[in-house]
């Protein structure tokens, strides 16, 4: 969708990334904390909650990555399928912001003819370039390589994307979408089939 590829558009895909993270991410700190679920040891994982915001973060990222837009859009389906295939690794509050920055580097040297090296996205992500390589390579391995987003899949998340962010109301609908699961879970769990693109993708928090 070219309205989301638009760079005058990106402050409200921004803003409605950001919100849907942080609800994630507080959800699962909750039930992790309810059910006293033991987190899995990843490079992912702070010892702390960063003071930054997930907001603030990911407009920091937005304003000195010099991506374009759709790679915020790929990053997107990367995590999708990340936390699909890593179902120990819930997102929330000690992790989200290594895998935005993570995410959107892996997406923009997928997708951009021009991008930085890792020292520069570990400047912007506030992290050292050893963290940062580390962090690449352990999402490279979770995401099995699957790096490949078809033009049907693109298509799909900017329609859903678009349609939420005029609505700005929790996500909810079927076939080419993301939707949330009637019951709250401890991560993200998209379902995605590229081949046929008839199952569902869900958004579980």
Not at 8 to 35: R, T, W
Request: aromatic share 12%.
């Amino acid at each position: 969708m070219a309205e989301l590829e638009n760079p005058n558009e990106m402050p409200k895909l921004i803003s409605f990334l950001s919100s849907l993270l942080k609800k994630v991410a507080e959800s699962n700190d909750i039930n992790q904390q309810q059910q006293l679920l033991q987190q899995k040891i990843s490079v992912f994982q702070g010892l702390t909650r960063p003071n930054i915001s997930i907001q603030s973060y990911l407009e920091r990222i937005f304003k000195y990555a010099n991506c374009s837009p759709s790679c915020f859009i790929v990053a997107y389906v990367y995590l999708n399928r990340f936390t699909q295939k890593q179902p120990s690794l819930p997102v929330n509050s000690f992790n989200v912001h290594r895998l935005l920055i993570t995410s959107v580097m892996v997406a923009a040297k997928f997708m951009d003819d021009i991008y930085y090296n890792n020292a520069y996205y570990a400047k912007v992500g506030g992290i050292t370039t050893i963290e940062m390589n580390f962090l690449e390579l352990d999402f490279l391995f979770g995401l099995g390589f699957h790096l490949n987003v078809t033009p049907n899949t693109f298509q799909a998340y900017c329609v859903h994307l678009q349609s939420e962010m005029m609505l700005m109301q929790p996500l909810n609908f079927t076939d080419y979408s993301l939707s949330l699961g009637k019951s709250l879970n401890n991560h993200l769990c998209f379902s995605e089939d590229e081949s046929s693109h008839q199952k569902q993708q869900q958004l579980a928090v």
